[in-house]
């Protein structure tokens, strides 16, 4: 096969003004040509992940959003309020790529024979900035998909994965024996689901709506408690005594949850320990926040002893604090899972422009369960 | 020296009716033989510290309290609310002593060796129910005084001490190399000043009132930060900027105090960073609560990236944790400093009946800076 040049590509930007207002746009971008251990990729498939919408948006107001520019070059403006405006310092006037991930055909490869060995074959990468008809990324990015799997099964291939496998590796080297999950009828929920089922690990699901309950209970799930129920905390208690969950992964962050969980698990061990004690029980506690879906503050009443932590979680710093070696491991993992353990699923498939439609932003703009977008730079544009 | 058989001795304790109410009174208990391994303690002094107040109070309000009973027998009622009468399950309707530490004299010993060294010797001791005239406790339980060392300069050998050096043992082990500690102005804060500075420890005093700093800097502190300062956040950032303090002890626990070091200590960290991440710097930031001088919730706004923590912190289960060799260390260094480094200082001296004064309570319940009491069980019983 040889390497057919794209000189290039559509990008979608997000820019932060000055002004304090947000641009999302599409860019005519150059692809350089691949060094050695560089690839070209053509990108099919890449998802909106939670983590990717913070970056497009960047605190704006999408409600209050403007739409201007031409159906295929679409520009998108809305207003950032001066608070957020204030913490976006180093992002103000750079026109940021957004996309952690995706996955498409190699169609350029440098001269390395680790880069040569993936032309014409179909990868995922993270490589940021995929929201792009082309990206030229290191091999080291990248992750040759199995045979057989497409670039829509491979798109999500390394956050969700890789942060349902990252959760587990923490329980196990922080002495836990059981998980907490909220928003647990996500993409991510899903995943965490069925691979604690693999591993026989007990998993407590938190999520808020009856019908995220039905969705989790017929897939099997055990344990599915509603926050927004009346029995909440006896539910959640009673979960969390079966189970024996010491340590939570909340993508909400703000409002009372993680204070409710943390309460509920202490007056859970509180049923097994003999005597009072004004500290609480001694075992030690564990919420990690790894998203903001709820972006008010956390709020923590401590009724829950004295043996307890709260803190930020994020799969990459952690990847790299458990080193290398165990994270080949659990990339490895998830490249064998993708169209079972760890396959996604989609409400729709878009184009870089129909990613700033005001349907589309409405859509996945709200992170609501089911509401996930694959983007496909390449949609419409041709086959290769 | 021969053994001295005392039979009876007062204690002060304090229950927690079913009715929701706190009753504090004296109660003749007796005092038992000592087994082999035991010595019996003329306790002359005893402090009221803040985890003391917790015990005793039991979260009842102390301002509506009914003071009724004689000079000598005084018994104090304040009625519980139904939330913090919940948390109590585990004492209700138990006559609990009061005081984790205090000094005396060992005029009772059992037969084994070690504590037949300590008969007629001063110790301090880490008993419990230390508010009695007299204590029967464990040998392991007692640090034998240095010579010339009074039973009021021991008094407080353990809590604060061990606390203070607890504190720098958990910087040194969790990788910081500097310190914020709050309430700074207190017994406890003045010794962690003292310690930090033999040991060269960068350290910022976070303070309520202007009166605190002037007193902290008066004994050479170099980082005072007024919390209710308007300038607090920025005066604050550069005293973190500074000495590169990324761990907190907090004794406040409630309220936004939290959630400011973290953003102070972020946005120093920030000054130094590289280039803009959403995720905020990679730096981990730690907050310890140890103490719950304000009872409202803890508010988090988690504007300081994701690399932080928050937990309860507590010394003795942390000396527990890092072993009893470390923690003897520890406990030598505070004995042989408690006349120095580790000198306390209270406002007044006051027998078992004047602690349960309307005038006493008032004082020592503000847990005020310079407010601090302590209990001498056998004032005005006469010498032994």
Not at 294 to 300: K, N, Q, S, V, W
Not at 338 to 364: H, M, Q, V
Request: aromatic residues 4%.
């Amino acid at each position: 096969m040889t390497s057919t040049r794209i000189q290039n590509a559509l990008q979608l930007r997000s820019l932060v003004k000055k002004t304090g207002e947000l641009e999302l746009s599409l860019v005519e971008i150059p692809v350089p040509e691949p060094k050695p251990d560089e690839v070209v990729i053509r990108v099919e498939a890449a998802p909106l992940n939670p983590s990717d919408l913070g970056n497009l948006f960047a605190g704006a107001d999408l409600r209050s959003a403007h739409f201007a520019g031409s159906a295929t070059r679409p520009v998108v403006t809305a207003p950032i309020s001066p608070g957020a405006l204030k913490a976006l310092a180093g992002r103000v006037e750079v026109s940021s790529p957004v996309g952690n991930e995706g996955a498409g055909l190699v169609v350029e490869a440098g001269s390395s024979p680790e880069a040569q060995a993936l032309l014409g074959r179909t990868v995922a990468a993270l490589g940021g900035g995929m929201y792009a008809q082309a990206r030229c990324v290191q091999v080291a990015q990248c992750l040759l998909l199995p045979e057989g799997t497409s670039a829509a099964e491979g798109a999500s291939a390394f956050v969700n994965p890789l942060t349902a496998l990252g959760m587990v590796e923490t329980m196990r080297r922080e002495g836990h024996t059981a998980l907490v999950h909220t928003a647990a009828a996500s993409n991510l929920g899903q995943m965490l689901h069925r691979l604690c089922i693999q591993e026989g690990i007990g998993l407590v699901n938190i999520v808020r709506k009856p019908e995220q309950v039905k969705l989790l209970a017929g897939l099997g799930a055990v344990h599915v408690c509603n926050s927004t129920a009346p029995e909440f905390m006896q539910e959640l208690t009673d979960a969390l005594a079966a189970t024996g969950a010491t340590l939570a992964f909340d993508a909400t962050g703000g409002g009372k949850l993680a204070s409710q969980i943390l309460t509920a698990m202490e007056a859970a061990l509180s049923r097994k320990a003999a005597g009072y004690s004004r500290y609480g029980t001694s075992v030690h506690k564990q919420v990690y926040i790894y998203g903001g879906l709820e972006r008010g503050p956390t709020e923590l009443n401590r009724s829950f002893g004295m043996a307890w932590g709260i803190g930020g979680w994020l799969v990459f710093p952690y990847l790299q604090k458990i080193g290398p070696e165990t994270a080949q491991k659990l990339k490895a993992r998830a490249a064998a899972g993708l169209k079972t353990t760890f396959a996604s699923n989609y409400s729709r498939e878009i184009s870089l422009a129909e990613a700033l439609a005001p349907d589309a932003i409405a859509l996945y703009g709200t992170q609501a369960t089911g509401a996930k977008v694959l983007i496909n730079p390449n949609k419409g544009v041709g086959a290769k």
